[in-house]
T-cell receptor, first 112, second 113 residues
Framework: DQQVKQNSPSLSVQEGRISILNCDYTNSMFDYFLWYKKYPAEGPTFLISISSIKDKNEDGRFTVFLNKSAKHLSLHIVPSQPGDSAVYFCAAMSHGGNQFYFGTGTSLTVIP | KAGVTQTPRYLIKTRGQQVTLSCSPISGHRSVSWYQQTPGQGLQFLFEYFSETQRNKGNFPGRFSGRQFSNSRSEMNVSTLELGDSALYLC????????????FGPGTRLTVT
């Protein structure tokens, strides 16, 4: 059973516009949420995280929003750049948990 | 500081064979986790090693095993390979157990024919 879901396999956005990547989860015990970015032939790299005590975390062009009641988080990239084209994974873990649960990924293409 | 390295990068095996994959973590990192990535399932947690001991295990059959050496390098082994084991196997290291930030290697692409 997939406890973390990314329902959009792909997304295309024009350069300079906002990219919004979505992630849903089913386990209300999850306390920490992370986003990873993956280029082809490379491993995922950590992008940004948020804990359940917050509803927003910002780092430069990247902002993650958490809606606990809806069990939903989203990653906003503003403005989008061609170098942002990659696969984005969301991941979640519960406090004291023993593993990360990853979504299936969303492939973002930023069109110049 | 060198990143996480994995060897080999690509591997082709036949059903029924076994395979060993290797992972060298970032210097100073003591925790190593392994993941299987497939198109339909995303990244799925296999196991985590810390101080040469398996600390956590995902929901995979016993054909998947691993170990960690005193220098924190880790290996994973898959015995009696099945076609469904074809995947990208990713290793991630972190400074300690339950540290949120993991650093991933480039992965080993295993193809089972």
């Amino acid at each position: 059973d997939q406890q973390v879901k990314q329902n959009s396999p792909s997304l295309s956005v024009q350069e300079g516009r906002i990219s919004i990547l979505n992630c849903d989860y089913t386990n209300s015990m999850f306390d920490y949420f992370l986003w990873y970015k993956k280029y082809p032939a490379e491993g995922p790299t950590f992008l940004i995280s948020i804990s359940s005590i917050k509803d927003k975390n910002e780092d430069g062009r990247f902002t993650v929003f958490l809606n606990k009641s809806a069990k939903h988080l989203s990653l906003h990239i503003v403005p989008s750049q061609p170098g942002d084209s990659a696969v984005y994974f969301c991941a979640a873990m519960s406090h004291g948990g023993n593993q990360f649960y990853f979504g299936t990924g969303t492939s973002l293409t930023v069109i110049p | 500081k060198a990143g996480v390295t994995q060897t080999p990068r690509y591997l082709i095996k036949t059903r029924g064979q076994q395979v060993t994959l290797s992972c060298s973590p970032i210097s100073g990192h003591r925790s190593v986790s392994w993941y299987q990535q497939t198109p339909g399932q995303g990244l799925q947690f296999l196991f985590e090693y810390f101080s040469e001991t398996q600390r956590n295990k995902g929901n995979f059959p016993g054909r998947f095993s691993g170990r960690q050496f005193s220098n924190s390098r880790s290996e994973m082994n898959v015995s009696t390979l099945e076609l469904g084991d074809s995947a990208l196997y990713l290793c991630a290291s972190s400074r300690d157990l339950q540290v949120l930030e993991q650093y991933f290697g480039p992965g080993t692409r295993l193809t089972v024919t």
